[in-house]
């Protein structure tokens, strides 16, 4: 028999230092496997533009205009979105006949994102002092200046009114915690037997939608500061549709299912005890629409422009849907790509690696169902000042 895991569960407070998606350039890596959420952004470019749309310009400006990703990550996908950014907002400036000011570009994740990958990403920064027409054209190159800012967006990040525009895509769905009661043994809500709240008792999916919104509130609380007053946000975060918080859809199907099987399987294999299964959870919550609008009225500083959900489609991109190994290669390297980090610190990489061949290993039973079944939603938000 081999050891159980003696590692140490992993506490709120250490989450946000561990908490990344999964570093490098390998295969399980956020770099490799982020091909979904750069689909499921490139569908959502009008909303974006839209929202681009609303900020307001100013001639002959001084300082710089400044846009944010939070939860930027480490692959391609958010140096893509910070270009079409500023390329529409200098058409904008072109359309008017104005020059167009120069342009910061702040990259935020938390401190244990891997920046070094992203910067390694980022192509090299065109020569000021060229003409609109080249900088738009400018495709290997960027026409902005960029910095990477960690820490959490749960709590301030910037001066106060120094940003014209917030993007995140993907991210606010992460909690700052695992809500403390989910693991307290004492705990009505305790999450005994699970993972995630996906299929869990009622008071356990509440303490998590409160978590939520608690979070969600501190986000907007320091956004609300930051942002100038005729900025703009585009916020973009797993969505479900049913009105039952247990019911978390398509992140209950890749948290939920066959992730959470694997898990029982380590358990009853004696690798693992039930203890450590049961005290460690998928800080994720899949918020309604209602979850989100009651957070924005509450705060009461912005406004809602748009608030919609969206289908964003599968997280599995695969070039052979008929191969059934690939399609369970694909599952479990989503998992470990976004969460395969706090499992490393929770259990240790030997059993980790072991966890994530059985989630291989039933995808791959499963893979038809998978293709058909897994599909995401996404809530997209476009706030900005209340008038």
């Not at 192509?123 to 960027?142: D, F, W």
């Not at 409160?210 to 942002?227: I, Y």
């Not at 072991?354 to 599909?375: D, G, P, S």
Request: proline residues 4%.
């Amino acid at each position: 028999m081999a050891p159980m895991g003696d590692n140490v569960v992993v506490s709120n407070m250490e989450l946000e230092r561990l908490l990344s998606m999964k570093g490098g350039k390998g295969e399980a890596s956020y770099a490799n496997n982020s091909q979904a959420q750069a689909i499921h952004a490139r569908s959502m470019l009008h909303l974006l533009r839209e929202t681009l749309d609303r900020v307001e310009l100013v001639e002959g400006r001084e300082v710089p205009f400044v846009v944010v990703d939070l939860g930027c990550s480490c692959g391609s996908n958010t140096i893509n979105v910070v270009d079409v950014m500023i390329k529409h907002v200098m058409k904008r400036y072109e359309v008017l006949g104005w020059q167009p000011p120069e342009f910061s570009a702040f990259f935020s994740d938390l401190p244990s994102n891997d920046f070094n990958t992203l910067f390694q990403l980022l192509p090299p920064l065109a020569n000021y002092g060229v003409s609109m027409e080249e900088c738009l054209a400018a495709n290997n190159h960027r026409s902005y200046f960029a910095a990477g800012v960690p820490g959490s967006f749960y709590r301030r990040l910037f001066p106060a009114r120094s940003v014209d525009v917030f993007h995140s895509a993907f991210s606010l769905h992460w909690l700052s915690q695992v809500p403390e009661s989910v693991v307290e043994k004492r705990s009505s809500a305790y999450n005994k037997g699970r993972v995630f709240i996906h299929g869990a008792d009622e008071s356990t999916a509440n303490a998590y939608k409160k978590q939520f919104q608690t979070d969600l509130a501190g986000f907007l609380k320091a956004r609300s500061v930051e942002m100038k007053r005729e900025g703009s946000m585009f916020l973009v975060c797993l969505a479900r549709t049913s009105v039952d918080p247990t019911d978390q859809g398509g992140a209950g199907l890749l948290f939920g299912t066959h992730f959470q099987d694997a898990w029982d399987d380590l358990v009853q294999e004696g690798l693992l005890s039930q203890e450590k299964r049961d005290s460690f959870n998928i800080p994720v919550y899949a918020a309604s629409l209602q979850d989100f609008k009651e957070v924005v009225e509450a705060n009461g500083s912005f406004s809602i422009d748009k608030l919609e959900v969206f289908k964003g489609g599968s997280p599995l991109v695969v070039n052979q849907p008929d191969d059934a190994s690939e399609v369970g290669r694909a599952l479990a390297n989503s998992c470990r790509t976004v969460c395969g980090v706090l499992v490393d610190a929770h259990i240790g990489d030997k059993l980790s690696e072991e966890l994530f061949l059985r989630v291989e290993r039933r995808a791959t039973t499963h893979a038809k169902e998978l293709l058909e079944q897994l599909q995401f939603f996404h809530i997209v938000a476009s706030l900005s000042f209340a008038q």
